[in-house]
Structure formats: C-alpha cells, structure tokens
C-alpha cells in the first residue's frame, strides 16, 4: 500500500490529503504533536507526534508538512529530511505547471494553480488555489503563495515570504525574505527582507 504521512492536522492538511488521493496515495495518514489529544482531521486518522513518524521511516517512507507557518513547516521538513524521510511534492491535478518550471520537494501545488516556464519553487513552499507565478520567477523556500496572488515574470520571493490572499506583485520586483505582503496589496517596488507591507501601492 503506498502510505503518505502528512505532518500537520489542520484546515490546510485537509486540502493537501485530497491533493495527495488525487494524484495516487492510497492511503493518507497524519502525525501532529497534538496526539493523543487530537486524533483526527476530516476523513483522516492522527497516528502519533512527529517523533513517532521518525521512528517509523521503514513503514511511512514518504512525507510532507502541512503546516501553514512557513518557517515551522520549513523547520520540519528539514528535520524530515535529516532523518531519511523523502519528501513529496504534491501538484494538484486541476493545476497547471510548464514542463520548463521546477517545484522541489516538500512543496504543494493546489487547484487552478498556474505555473509557466523557467519559474522555480523552492521546497517546502504551497502555492495555494487560483494562483499565478508567470515565467522566470525564483520563488524561495518556505514560501506561502495565497490564493488568488498573481506574481508577474521575473520576481524573486526570498525564504519564508507570505503573500496574502489576493495580492500582486509587479514585474522583476524583489521581494526579500519573510516578508509579509497583506491581502489585496499590489507590489510594484523592491521590498526588503522582513517588512510587512499593505495597500496599493503596497508600502
Ligand atoms: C496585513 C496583515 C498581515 C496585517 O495583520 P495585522 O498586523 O494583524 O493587522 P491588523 O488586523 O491589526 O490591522 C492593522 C491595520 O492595518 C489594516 N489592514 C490589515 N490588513 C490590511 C490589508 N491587507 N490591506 C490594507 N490594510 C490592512 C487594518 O484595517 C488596520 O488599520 P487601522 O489601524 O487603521 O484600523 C493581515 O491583515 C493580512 O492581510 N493577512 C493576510 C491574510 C491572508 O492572506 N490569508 C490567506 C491565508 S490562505
């Protein structure tokens, strides 16, 4: 059987578990420090803490963290990894990603979710429902893409920036690391890293 263990019983795990049956998981299963006091998520069983999946990694070979805190869901994948788990890269079936972009590992690519050509995705990032990252971006690890962004050609997103629900991003803007873009914001100049910017223009 082949198993999928997701870290993280949330809203957000729920959306990647469906991800991952779509694409051929036949079974999902989920671990999150909260056990025993939570048990389930959804249609899905809360087999243990983290630790117990590491002890684990001949049964559940295979990974992914559905943490909606970037650097928390970048900590523990690396800790994953650290400890011989793979990571999986989940692309929604409804999502459409060019055969020229590259999504690594531990990344989640949700519905109508459009990715083009010689963009890049680092690990550990979710690009969320309805978005778009045009050609030539480099997006960096642990990034959050909200749905409804659209990010132009040729932006860089550094490490651990969120972009909020319904923002744009201008063009071959910079954006540093753990950056926070608010909902609806639209960048149209370079924001250093960790700012928090808002509004039209986004200041
Ligand atoms: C920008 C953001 C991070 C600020 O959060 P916060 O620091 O908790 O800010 P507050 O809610 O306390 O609001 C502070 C002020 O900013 C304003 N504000 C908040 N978000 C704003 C936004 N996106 N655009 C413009 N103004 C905003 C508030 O109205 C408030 O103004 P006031 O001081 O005049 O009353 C947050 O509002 C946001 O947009 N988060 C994105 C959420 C999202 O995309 N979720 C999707 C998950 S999938």
């Known amino acids: 059987m082949k198993t999928l263990a997701i870290v993280g019983a949330s809203g957000h795990g729920k959306v990647v578990a469906e991800i991952a049956e779509l694409v051929g998981w036949q079974e999902v299963v989920f671990f999150d420090d909260a056990f025993p006091?939570?048990?389930?998520?959804?249609?899905?069983?809360?087999?243990?803490?983290?630790?117990?999946?590491?002890?684990?990694v001949?049964?559940?070979?295979t990974a992914i963290v559905a943490i909606g805190d970037n650097s928390v869901r970048l900590k523990k994948s690396r800790y994953l990894c650290s400890k011989s788990l793979k990571l999986a890269t989940l692309l929604h079936p409804g999502s459409i990603i060019s055969k020229y972009a590259n999504?690594?590992?531990?990344?989640?690519?949700?519905?109508?979710?459009?990715i083009n050509p010689f963009t890049s995705i680092g690990m550990a990032s979710i690009i969320n429902t309805g978005c778009s990252v045009d050609h030539d971006c480099m997006v960096g690890e642990g990034v959050h893409i909200s749905p409804g962004v659209h990010?132009?050609?040729?932006?860089?997103?550094?490490d651990l920036s969120w972009l909020g629900i319904g923002s744009a991003v201008k063009h071959c803007v910079e954006i540093g690391?753990?950056?926070?873009?608010?909902?609806g914001a639209v960048v149209v100049n370079n924001i250093a890293p960790n700012l928090l910017v808002k509004g039209i223009?986004?200041?």
Do not use: C, F, N
């Not at 001949?58 to 070979?61: A, E, N, Q």
């Not at 990010?151 to 550094?158: E, L, N, P």
């Not at 690391?177 to 909902?183: F, L, R, W, Y």
């Open 151 to 158: 990010v132009a050609g040729g932006v860089s997103i550094g």
């Open 177 to 183: 690391s753990s950056v926070v873009v608010g909902a």
């Open 37 to 56: 006091t939570v048990l389930s998520v959804g249609e899905w069983k809360v087999l243990g803490t983290t630790e117990d999946l590491v002890s684990q």
């Open 201 to 203: 223009p986004a200041k």
């Open 103 to 114: 999504v690594h590992s531990g990344s989640v690519v949700m519905a109508g979710a459009v």
């Open 58 to 61: 001949d049964r559940y070979s």
